[in-house]
């Protein structure tokens, strides 16, 4: 069945950059788009972006434009997120989208674990 | 930038009926989709384009959107429903994923 699995936890000091992944199985990679979506402690789902592995397209929040960039290879996709300040502790999660093409509408079927990183000095 | 406005929390009694909403403005002309979020677990899908269930979701739970407002609804809540709700949505013209502020489901 669909599945993804992210990488473990991760602790940074501010200012450094953090890369966190996701290896997808159970369908065809590059057939659906992957979104990234972070969670701060006790704080509602954010959205940060999404990339299409088929062909590589990405589209970012404008709150992360500049800092974030996601990118894929193989069955894997990647979150890297820099100039990491406090405030972006929180727990990352990997997200595939379904989407009817037909009918207009999507939604996130599948979730990976998530990943917490921590940012403190 | 697109909003979603959702109370902070609900509280239900067991076997009784919960009803969660969802604002944003023309909310009714996008396609809208609900998760759950039990404590220390990722998100799981539960309604989708307003109010389809996903297979393996109970038939109580439901979805509607018209208007400004979309609605989760949970009938005969049980206590594994207690947990935090979100609604989603996609803004066209700015092409942004937007989630709610999220619910808190209390099953008294």
């Known amino acids: 069945q669909v599945h993804f699995v992210q990488s473990g936890a991760e602790v940074k000091k501010p200012g450094a950059s953090v890369k966190v992944s996701c290896k997808a199985s159970g369908y065809t990679f590059n057939n659906y788009a992957i979104h990234w979506v972070r969670q701060a402690p006790g704080q509602r789902l954010e959205w940060m972006g999404w990339i299409y592995p088929g062909n590589g397209n990405t589209k970012y929040s404008q709150k992360f434009q500049g800092r974030v960039t996601i990118t894929t290879d193989t069955s894997t996709a990647y979150m890297e997120l820099s100039s990491l300040r406090s405030e972006d502790t929180a727990v990352y999660y990997c997200?595939?989208?379904?989407?009817?093409?037909?009918?207009?509408?999507?939604?996130?079927?599948?979730w990976g674990q998530g990943t917490l990183v921590t940012v403190s000095s | 930038s697109y909003e979603l406005t959702q109370p902070p929390s609900v509280s239900v009694s067991p076997g009784q009926t919960a009803s969660i909403t969802c604002s944003g403005d023309?909310?009714?002309?996008?396609?809208v989709c609900w998760y759950q979020q039990r404590p220390d677990q990722s998100p799981v899908l539960v309604i989708y384009?307003?109010?389809r269930r996903p297979s393996g979701i109970p038939e109580r739970f439901s979805g509607s959107n018209s208007g400004n407002t979309a609605t989760l609804t949970i009938s005969g809540t049980q206590a594994l429903d207690e947990a935090d709700y979100y609604c989603?949505?996609?803004?066209?013209?700015?092409?942004?994923?937007?989630f709610g502020t999220g619910t808190k489901v209390t099953v008294l």
């Open positions: 989603q949505a996609w803004d066209s013209t700015t092409d942004i994923y937007v």
């Open positions: 023309k909310l009714g002309d996008k396609y």
């Open positions: 384009q307003d109010s």
């Open positions: 997200a595939r989208e379904e989407r009817n093409y037909e009918e207009g509408g999507f939604w996130f079927d599948v």
